[in-house]
C-alpha cells in the first residue's frame, strides 16, 4: 500500500496551489502598495490573509500563531490577526480517524479498545487527539497526524520564506533568516512522534521532582510515527482560573513556572510551544504539561548566558552583557546596539530584579510589551537590524508566552525568589554532563 503521507512532488504542488493564493496573492498587493503606491488597507489585507490560513490544515497555520508571539517578525497588523487563529480547528471526521487507525495499527485496530470517541477531544494544526479506553480500563489519548503533512510542511515552509523575504524588502530591523530556519527545524520534528514520545519520557524524568507537575506517559504498542498514545490526564483549561481566587491563581502560575523552567535550567531545555491549550490544571491546582512536539535543547553555556545577563542587568555591568549577548550568538554588538536589546532585556527580566512580590507586569494588558517592542524596532531599524541566532528565537518565544500566561492568572508572586530558587546553585559543566547523560538515555541529541 502507497505511504498517504510521502513527500511527492505531486502532493506539494497541490498544497502550493491550496496555499499560493492564500499568501501570495495577498502578499503581491503588500509588495504593490509598497513599491507602486497603490492603496492598501493592512488591516483588511491581514484579515483576509486570516481568514485563509484558518481554513488549511497544516503547519502555515502554527506557523502563524508562532510569529504572533515573536516580537518584530511581522508587521503589526499582520500580528494582531494572525493571533485570531486558534489551535482548536475543525477536526476530521470518522472516515478519516478509521482509516488513519487501520494504516498504523492493523485492520483490528478496534480490538485493542473496549472505547475510542468517534468526536475528536481535541483538533490542532498537525493533529487531532481521540479519547479512548484500553482492555484494562485504562484511559488514553489518541493523538492522530494529519494526511499530507509532510508535503505541507515543505510547501508551507517554503511559503513562509516567501513572506518573510517579501518583509525584509521593506523592513531591515529583523533579519528573518536564522528565524526561518530554527522554525523549519522544529516543524519538521513535529511530525516525527516517535521523538514526540521520547521527548515525553524525557520530561516525566526531569520533572519527576515536582509534585505539582505531571506528563502523560507514552503507550508504545499502540504509537506508531504518526500515531502517539499516551495515558489521558484530567484538567480543566488554564483560562477556566482565571477568576479564582488569587492564592489558587498563584498556586498554579508556581506550578506553571516551575513546569517550565526547572527543565531548562537543570537541562538547558525547554518546552517551545506556549499555546494555553498545551497545558490544563487538576483539581488540587498541579498542571498537566502536553504536547511535546516542540522542544529546543540547548548548549549548557546558552543557560549561563542568560543567568549572565541577569546579572549583567542588575549590576549595571556592560561587559557582562557584551559577553551573555555573544554567548548566545549575536554578533558585532555596539554600544549603541547594546543599548537597544537592554530595553528588551530589561523589561523581560523586570520581574526577577526586585525581591518582593509583584504581578509578572504592572499592566494586565499586553500593551506595554507592544509598546516596548515597538520602541526597540524603531531603534534597530535605525542601526540597520539585526540578525537574532537560532538558539534565540524560542526562548525568547517561550519567555513572552509564559508571561502571558502569568499576566492571565493575574498573579502576584515573588519571581525574584522562585528564580534564585533555580539558578543560586548553578553549575555549568555539571548540567552539560546531566543533559549529555539524560539525552543518551532517551536516544535523542541537542538540536
Known amino acids: 500500500m502507497p505511504d498517504p503521507d510521502n513527500n ?51 503547519p502555515l497555520m502554527k ?34 480517524v478509521r482509516r488513519r487507525m487501520a494504516s498504523e495499527l492493523g485492520r483490528n485496530w478496534r ?23 484500553g482492555p484494562d480500563g485504562e484511559r488514553y489519548a489518541c493523538k492522530l497526524q494529519y494526511p499530507d503533512m509532510t508535503a505541507a510542511v515543505e510547501a508551507d515552509l517554503n511559503q513562509l520564506d516567501l513572506v518573510f523575504r517579501i518583509y525584509a524588502r521593506t523592513d531591515k530591523a ?16 513535529e511530525l516525527d512522534y516517535g521523538r ?67 527543565p531548562f535550567y537543570d537541562y538547558a531545555v525547554i518546552h517551545g510551544d506556549p499555546h494555553l491549550g498545551n497545558y490544563s490544571v487538576r483539581e488540587d491546582h498541579a498542571v498537566n504539561l502536553l504536547d511535546f512536539g516542540c522542544v529546543r535543547v540547548f548548549d549548557a553555556s546558552f543557560v549561563r548566558g542568560v543567568i549572565d545577563l541577569y546579572y549583567a542587568l542588575r549590576d549595571n555591568d556592560r561587559d557582562r552583557a557584551a ?23 530589561e523589561f523581560v527580566y523586570a520581574p526577577l530584579l526586585l525581591d518582593e512580590v509583584r504581578k509578572i507586569q504592572d499592566s494586565d494588558s499586553g500593551l506595554y510589551g507592544a509598546s516596548v517592542a515597538n520602541k ?41 525568589q522562585m528564580f534564585h ?7 555549568e559543566a555539571a548540567l552539560a554532563a546531566r543533559q549529555q547523560s539524560a539525552l543518551l538515555e532517551h536516544g535523542l541529541e541537542r538540536a
Open 376 to 416: 526597540v524596532h524603531v531603534e534597530l531599524r535605525k542601526l540597520g537590524g539585526v540578525r537574532p541566532p537560532r538558539e534565540f528565537v524560542f526562548m525568547d518565544r517561550a519567555a513572552i508566552g509564559l508571561g502571558s500566561v502569568f499576566m492571565h492568572l493575574r498573579a502576584e508572586i515573588n519571581w525574584h
Open 196 to 262: 514526540e514520545g521520547k521527548h515525553m519520557a524525557f520530561y516525566q524524568d526531569m520533572l519527576s521532582g515536582e509534585d505539582a507537575v505531571h506528563v502523560p506517559e507514552r503507550i508504545a504498542h499502540l504509537s506508531t510515527d504518526r500515531l502517539l498514545t499516551m495515558s489521558w490526564l484530567d484538567g480543566e483549561p488554564l483560562m477556566s482560573y482565571s477568576d479564582a481566587p488569587l492564592e489558587i491563581r498563584n498556586s498554579v502560575a508556581r506550578n506553571m513556572f516551575q513546569a517550565w523552567y526547572v
Open 111 to 133: 480490538s485493542k479498545f473496549t472505547d475510542f470517541d468517534r468526536e475528536a477531544a481535541h483538533a490542532a494544526s498537525l493533529g487531532q487527539v481521540h479519547k479512548a479506553t
Open 63 to 96: 506557523v502563524a500563531q508562532l510569529m504572533a508571539t515573536i516580537p518584530d517578525a511581522l508587521p503589526e497588523e499582520y500580528v494582531h490577526e494572525l493571533k485570531q487563529l486558534q489551535a482548536d480547528a475543525p477536526s476530521m471526521g470518522w472516515p478519516f
Open 8 to 58: 511527492t512532488l505531486g502532493r506539494r504542488a497541490r498544497r502550493y496551489a491550496r496555499v499560493g493564493s492564500a499568501v501570495g496573492g495577498l502578499a503581491a498587493r503588500f509588495v504593490g502598495s509598497r513599491y507602486l503606491g497603490l492603496d492598501l488597507d493592512k488591516e483588511k489585507h491581514a484579515g483576509e490573509l486570516t481568514t485563509a490560513l484558518g481554513g488549511l490544515k497544516g
Open 174 to 189: 529583523i533579519d528573518t533568516r536564522d528565524i526561518h530556519a530554527e522554525i523549519s527545524a522544529r516543524l519538521r520534528e
Open 323 to 345: 559577553y551573555a549577548y555573544e554567548t548566545w550568538g549575536f554578533e558585532s554588538i555596539s554600544n549603541e546596539l547594546m543599548n537597544v536589546m537592554n530595553i528588551w532585556a
Open 421 to 427: 530558587g533555580l539558578i543560586d546553585d548553578f553549575d
